[in-house]
């Protein structure tokens, strides 16, 4: 799963001044019992209306499979808010090196 990549390296993406932000279609409720049980150092914010998932492309199309669910996507912006990559997520257990990887080509 990403959410556990991420918090596997997120000292590593905080030393290197990166914010990580999760965000999901579950209710808050259920983002806090997934954060805490995941023991995730980041936030896990919940877009219950989908109207950030529309935003930045992760909703799934009525006809799709699992349209009810967001697509596992992905974003490193800047700080200027600028995205600099996406990423569909293909491998869960080695997301976070990957994106940890582009940051600090990023940053280069």
Do not use: W
């Amino acid at each position: 799963m990403e959410a556990d990549g991420l918090r596997d390296q997120a000292k590593q993406f905080d030393d290197a001044g990166a914010k990580i932000l999760g965000i999901s279609y579950d209710s808050p409720e259920d983002n806090n019992a997934f954060h805490q049980d995941r023991c995730l150092p980041f936030p896990l914010l919940s877009d219950s209306d989908r109207s950030i998932g529309a935003a930045y492309g992760a909703q799934r199309g009525p006809d799709e499979a699992f349209a009810d669910f967001p697509k596992r996507v992905s974003y490193l912006i800047d700080p200027d808010g600028v995205i600099l990559k996406a990423y569909e997520v293909d491998d869960p257990a080695g997301h976070g090196a990957e994106v940890y990887a582009d940051l600090q080509a990023a940053l280069r």
